[in-house]
Nanobody, 124 residues
């Protein structure tokens, strides 16, 4: 499964961005999609996950109420809508796919396919 992220950029604190994760070849129907981020000098952190049918989602506490994960399997695309961005949201954001995963834990080891990442910079 090849994944490509887009939508990153520079935004002021309090601003919004929507990240997209798409595949041009394979259907996403049977894959859970997770979003992870990595700031300089820090470990990769799980941000959110959505199951293959979209019926279940999971978020890290720091983004609850600000980020929303969604997907459109017909478009082979998953999204991460980010509102009220904070300085601590800075980092490279990666999407990842996991076959038939229940999103019970935001752990990188559960995901076998990864995109190349997109940079999110929150700065005034």
């Amino acid at each position: 499964l090849q994944l490509v992220e887009s939508g990153g950029g520079l935004v002021q604190p309090g601003g919004s961005l929507r990240l997209s994760c798409t595949t041009s070849v394979f259907a996403l129907d049977y894959y859970a999609i997770g979003w992870f981020r990595q700031a300089p000098g820090k470990d990769r952190e799980g941000v959110s996950c959505i199951t293959s049918g979209g019926g279940s989602t999971n978020y890290v506490d720091s983004v609850k109420g600000r980020f929303t994960i969604s997907r459109d399997n017909a478009k082979r695309t998953a999204y991460l809508q980010m509102h009220n961005l904070k300085l601590e949201d800075n980092g490279v954001y990666y999407c990842a796919g996991a076959w038939n995963y229940d999103c019970s834990a935001l752990v990188a080891g559960a995901f076998g396919s990864w995109g190349q990442g997109t940079q999110v910079t929150v700065s005034s």
